[in-house]
């Protein structure tokens, strides 16, 4: 079964930048496409940013185009999250997640997640 573990989360000053690790065990991440998820205070989980199995291509929320940069380490067993000129909004706990599906999705149509890492923006 895969599991999955975020870190990488803090506190960052707004503008400023962050990188999330998603690192993956008990399978390898060739046969999964993954995502990232937030969830802010009194909101539902959204999808912020996925990664195909296939081909690598990449998928962006609204909010997340031009700013981060989902990738993948396959050696590494590892997806990132890059997230730069992070604003107050960005705030919440991110989560990734993996289904054994060569297309990804931003919606919550996944198999596995880690339990997620917190990220707070404010000076």
């Known amino acids: 079964q895969l599991q999955l573990a975020e870190s990488g989360g803090g506190l960052v000053q707004p503008g400023g930048s962050l990188r999330l690790s998603c690192a993956a065990s008990?399978?390898?991440?060739?046969?999964?496409?993954i995502g990232w998820f937030r969830q802010a205070p009194g909101k539902e989980r959204e999808g912020v940013a996925c990664i195909m199995r296939s081909d690598g291509n990449t998928y962006y929320a609204d909010p997340a185009k031009g700013r981060f940069t989902i990738s993948r380490d396959n050696g590494k067993n590892t997806v990132y999250l890059q997230m730069n000129s992070v604003k107050p909004e960005d705030t919440a706990v991110y989560y990734c997640?993996?289904?054994?599906?060569?297309?990804?999705?931003?919606?919550?149509?996944?198999?596995?997640w880690g339990q997620g890492t917190q990220v707070t923006v404010s000076s």
């Open positions: 997640a993996g289904r054994r599906s060569s297309i990804c999705v931003l919606s919550n149509d996944y198999d596995y």
């Open positions: 008990g399978f390898s991440l060739d046969y999964y496409s």
